[in-house]
C-alpha cells in the first residue's frame, strides 16, 4: 500500500518567507510525528499528534513553527519568517495505535532559506 | 549528557565482517529501543526493535542493558548493502516521540 508522502521535496525559499510543508500519513495511522535532520545531525522531534489529542508541541524550536493535522489525517507545518537555520530536512512519520512505536517515515522535504 | 549517544565511525570494514555498533542513553525512565537504518539521503526506516532479553534477525543480533544504559548492535557477515547509518534509537519520558542519536556510519567494501 502507499507510504507516508511529503510535498514539497524540495524547497528552496528566500529568508523572511512563510513556509508550508504537507503530509499525508498512512492510511489509518492514528499518531503523526514531524522531525527535522539538519546536515549532519541526528533527527529532531518537532511535534506529535494522536487523534482527537492535544498535540505534544514541546519540540517546535520556536513561535515560529507551528503545525495543524486536520481531520486525523494530512498535516501541515508552517514555518513563519523564515531563517537560514530553518534549512533542515523535515521528515513526516505515521505510526498506528496498535504499535505506535513502529513509525514509517515519509521521505522528507528538503528546505532551504537563502 | 546528549540524550543518546552513538559513536559516528566511519566503521569501514570488508565484506563478510564482523562489526558492533554501541548505544548509551541517558533517561533510565526509557521503556523502547529500537536500530533503524538510513541510507545517504533517504529516510530512516526501522531495522529492529531491542528487547532486554536480546534478539536476533538474520546476521543482526541486538542487545540491551538497562543497567548500564547501554545498547548493541551486531552485524555478521557484513554485506556491500549493509552500507548505511545506524540509527540509535529510544522513546521520550512521554513515551510520544523517539530520540534519535545522531548515527553511527558503516562502510562496506569488497
Known amino acids: 500500500g502507499a507510504g507516508v508522502s511529503q510535498s514539497p521535496s524540495n524547497k528552496v525559499t528566500e529568508k523572511g518567507k512563510d513556509v508550508e510543508l504537507r503530509c499525508d500519513p498512512i492510511?489509518?495511522?492514528?499518531?503523526l510525528y514531524w522531525y527535522r535532520q539538519s546536515l549532519g545531525q541526528g533527527l529532531e522531534f518537532l511535534i506529535y499528534?494522536?487523534?482527537?489529542?492535544?498535540?505534544?508541541k514541546s519540540g517546535l524550536p520556536s513561535d515560529r513553527f507551528s503545525a495543524e493535522r486536520t481531520g486525523g489525517s494530512v498535516s501541515t507545518l508552517t514555518i513563519q519568517r523564515t531563517q537560514q537555520e530553518d534549512s533542515a530536512v523535515y521528515l513526516c512519520?505515521?505510526?498506528?495505535?496498535?504499535?505506535?512505536?513502529?513509525?514509517?517515515f515519509g521521505p522528507g522535504t528538503r528546505l532551504l532559506v537563502l | 549528557r546528549k540524550e543518546v549517544e552513538q559513536d559516528p565511525g566511519p566503521f569501514n570494514v570488508p565484506e563478510g565482517a564482523t562489526v558492533a555498533f554501541n548505544c548509551t542513553y541517558s533517561n533510565s525512565a526509557s521503556q523502547s529501543f529500537f536500530w533503524y537504518r538510513q541510507d545517504c539521503r533517504k529516510e530512516p526506516k526501522l531495522l529492529m526493535s531491542v528487547y532486554s532479553s536480546g534478539n536476533e534477525d538474520g546476521r543482526f543480533t541486538a542487545q540491551l542493558n538497562r543497567a548500564s544504559q547501554y545498547i548493541s548492535l551486531l552485524i555478521r557477515d557484513s554485506k556491500l548493502s549493509d552500507s548505511a547509518t545506524y540509527l540509535c534509537v529510544v522513546n521520550n519520558q512521554a513515551g510520544t516521540a523517539l530520540i534519535f542519536g545522531k548515527g553511527t556510519t558503516l562502510s562496506v567494501s569488497s
Open positions: 499528534f494522536q487523534g482527537n489529542s492535544a498535540p505534544d
Open positions: 512519520a505515521s505510526s498506528p495505535l496498535t504499535s505506535r512505536e513502529t513509525q514509517y
Open positions: 492510511s489509518g495511522h492514528t499518531a
